[in-house]
Structures are given as structure tokens and as C-alpha cells.
């Protein structure tokens, strides 16, 4: 089925690790995103990439880098992780071909102790 | 610069009741209008969004909603609602102009259908 797989679904990791979270979408489309999602906080941006080649910082960049890898790949990378940054983190892509809406992943769930 | 604002953060109804989920939003420019949401422990999947043409725009599951240009809203409606409707509920905007297709999203409102 056509849409975006993220990995992985949980994740526990001391603070000051670091670590990789993957996503990948097959539907061609031009850009991808990475938000986190708090408790009343809704979703926040934290990078996108609006085409293959080129990324930008969202609302709260910072403790984070990403990687355009292809058209296919985006990575999120939290180089040394805290606390802070228990979240569950979303991955989407959008194109012309859904109206510019967004497809998601299944999420992330991250825990930093 | 967009922000949007879900003016309740909870919204408990009985079932087969009517319920609107409010939004209102703060644009510089011309936007795009979604509404998404996400049941227990699953992603976010659309229920509907407002490009351009008619104001009313209806969704899956029943759902509706009516873009308001002067009010700045986009208020979700559904006539009459089931215990499955029971999930989380996020209005988000984007730039039309803009080519990076970013959404802004609102805080969440979350939508309790009692029996």
C-alpha cells in the first residue's frame, strides 16, 4: 500500500545518545516534514524538506538535523538527546496529487530518560 | 507568519448529538484550510480540507466544515455523532502563495462521544 512507513515505532534512549529516525513515502511526491507531536501542544514543525535536495528549519529545529537522503528518504537525527525531546514524532509527505494534504507515517514514539 | 487556534480543548457529547469543533486562524496571506484527525494511539488522517470554490466543504464520516473568510474560521460540524468519532481533532493551515506546503497546526481538540 502506497504511503509512508517510519522507523522505529518506540524508542528509549539515555540522555546524551543519539540516534536516527527513518522515513520513507512511495508516492512521489516533492516534500516531507517532520513534526513532533506534545499534550497540548499540538504539531509542531521541526524540519521540512520542500524538494529533493533542499531543507529547512520549522518551529523548533533546534537539538536536530535531517537528510534529504532522495526523493524517497528523510531522516531525523538527535545528535545527543534529552529529556526535552520525549515526544512522538511524525514524518508526512504532501503533492499535487492529494490536493497538497499531507499522508503520515504511524509515528514515532520517543522516550529520552 | 499563520497560527491557528482550537478555541476548545475538550468537547464531551452524547452520542447521536450534534457538535461543532471551533478554529479560527491568523493569516497575512491567502491559505489553504484542513482538518485532520487522529484516533487513540494511530497517525493523523484527513477528514477534509478547503482550497478554493464553494465555502462548505464535506468531509468523510459526515463531517463538514465552512471556510468564513471575514470571521477567519473554519468551524468543523457534524450533525449527529458516534461513540467511533471519538478521537483527537487538529485544524491546520498553509500558505496558498507558498510552495513549501507546510502546515500550521492548531492545538487539538479532543472530542469525547458519551453513550
Known amino acids: 500500500n502506497a504511503g509512508v512507513t517510519q522507523t522505529p515505532k518506540f524508542q528509549v534512549l539515555k540522555t546524551g545518545q543519539s540516534m536516527t529516525l527513518q522515513c520513507a513515502q512511495d508516492m512521489n511526491h516533492n516534500s516531507m516534514y517532520w513534526y513532533r507531536q506534545d499534550p497540548g501542544m499540538g504539531l509542531r514543525l521541526i524540519y521540512y524538506s520542500a524538494s529533493e535536495g533542499t531543507t529547512d528549519k520549522g518551529e523548533v529545529p533546534n537539538g536536530y538535523n535531517v537528510s534529504r537522503l532522495n526523493k524517497r528518504e528523510f531522516s531525523l537525527r538527535l545528535e545527543s538527546a534529552a529529556p526535552s525531546q520525549t515526544s512522538v514524532y511524525f514524518c508526512?509527505?504532501?503533492?499535487?496529487?492529494?490536493?497538497?494534504?499531507?499522508?503520515f507515517g504511524s509515528g514515532t514514539r520517543l522516550t529520552v530518560v | 507568519a499563520q497560527s491557528v487556534t482550537q478555541l476548545d480543548s475538550q468537547v464531551p457529547v452524547f452520542e447521536e448529538a450534534p457538535v461543532e469543533l471551533r478554529c479560527n486562524y491568523s493569516?497575512?496571506?491567502?491559505?489553504?484550510l484542513f482538518w485532520y484527525v487522529q484516533y487513540p494511539n494511530q497517525g493523523l488522517q484527513l477528514l477534509l480540507k478547503?482550497?478554493?470554490?464553494?465555502?462548505l466543504v464535506k468531509g468523510i464520516n459526515g463531517f463538514e466544515a465552512e471556510f468564513n473568510k471575514s470571521q477567519t474560521s473554519f468551524h468543523l460540524r457534524k450533525p449527529s455523532v458516534h461513540i467511533s468519532d471519538t478521537a483527537e481533532y487538529f485544524c491546520a493551515v498553509s500558505d496558498r502563495a507558498g510552495n513549501t506546503g507546510k502546515l500550521i497546526f492548531g492545538q487539538g481538540t479532543t472530542l469525547q462521544v458519551k453513550p
Open positions: 478547503y482550497l478554493s470554490g464553494s465555502t
Open positions: 508526512a509527505s504532501s503533492g499535487r496529487d492529494r490536493g497538497y494534504s499531507y499522508t
Open positions: 493569516s497575512s496571506v491567502s491559505v489553504y
